[in-house]
């Protein structure tokens, strides 16, 4: 049993960085397209160059969006749980020491998911894996076509 629940690991991470992609970019399409009603309810969006929350919903749609895809997502998860740090510690946790106190529940769990995602990496179904195969396979058919040294 643990050797299927092993080898379909890498499917299960890359669903999971499906969802968590598709939901963080969602936070930022609502912040900065106003989307899912926008940030007042009423399909508004935030002020551009508004700090910190014209910068946070472009990592969130931008970040989300690469995590979604499998393109950087080590790089992009990296940077995404780090602006969700800085959310919980800066705009959360003031209020209250919980997240459940402190309403902070979903910008810790975004940041603890992509902090898991920048050891694990893209997983299944992600760009990253496809790019790589391209880059070797191409390199190993060029070392093939190379002749041998005497």
């Known amino acids: 049993m643990t050797g299927r629940l092993n080898s379909a690991q890498p499917y299960a991470i890359g669903l ?7 939901l963080f970019a969602c936070h930022g399409a609502m912040s900065l ?3 899912f009603g926008g940030v007042d309810g009423k399909g508004g969006t935030v002020e551009t160059g508004s700090w910190p929350n014209f910068y946070a919903a472009v990592i969130e749609l931008v970040g989300g969006s690469l995590v979604l895809l499998g393109l950087g997502t080590r790089f992009a998860a990296f ?10 510690f800066k705009v959360h946790q003031p209020e209250a020491l919980w997240p459940i ?11 603890w998911s992509m ?13 990253d894996r496809l ?3 391209r880059t070797s396979s191409a390199t190993a058919d060029k070392r093939s076509s190379e002749p041998i040294a005497a």
Do not use: W
Request: overall charge negative; aromatic content about 18%.
């Open 16 to 22: 999971f960085r499906i969802v968590i992609g598709l």
């Open 79 to 88: 940077i995404a749980s780090g602006s969700m740090a800085y959310a919980y």
């Open 33 to 35: 397209l106003g989307e």
């Open 131 to 133: 790019f790589a195969r």
């Open 101 to 111: 106190e402190n309403d902070g529940e979903g910008a810790a769990m975004f940041c």
């Open 115 to 127: 902090f898991l995602l920048v050891f694990t990496g893209s997983g299944a179904f992600g760009l």
